[in-house]
Nanobody, 126 residues
Framework: QVQLVESGGGLVQSGGSLRLSCVAS????????MGWFRQAPGKEREGVSC?????????AYADAVKGRFTISRDNAKNTVYLQMNSLKPEDTSVYYC??????????????????WGQGTQVTVSS
């Protein structure tokens, strides 16, 4: 059974940091690009970052998080991470990881991604 499970969300003050993890099971993460998305109440799901498959040589970030967030992957652990620094109240959202066919250097698009996790809540207080 294909499954993605996110963890690491929580409540943090503005300027703080969190590291999200996404563990995959039921399939080999090596062959998939991985993306992080977020969705705030009343808003559409938006792409945050992606990393290409295998060695993860290509990454992309939304302008809103560039320079603050870093995506990485550990294929041996079938895990993808999103390190989030200098968090702002506007980063408050449910964060989802997803597996898809590619990360081509632009902000990931949700419709391109096949497998999804259940999401983890990130709340940043001012």
């Amino acid at each position: 059974q294909v499954q993605l499970v996110e963890s690491g969300g929580g409540l943090v003050q503005s300027g703080g940091s969190l590291r999200l993890s996404c563990v995959a099971s039921g399939f080999n993460l090596d062959y998939y690009a991985m993306g992080w998305f977020r969705q705030a109440p009343g808003k559409e799901r938006e792409g945050v970052s992606c990393i290409s498959s295998s060695a993860g040589s290509r990454t992309a970030y939304a302008d809103a998080v560039k320079g603050r967030f870093t995506i990485s992957r550990d294929n041996a652990k079938n895990t993808v991470y999103l390190q989030m620094n200098s968090l702002k109240p506007e980063d408050t959202s449910v964060y989802y990881c997803a597996a898809g066919p590619w990360c081509l250097g632009y902000v990931p698009r949700a419709y391109e991604y096949e497998y999804w996790g259940q999401g983890t809540q990130v709340t940043v207080s001012s």
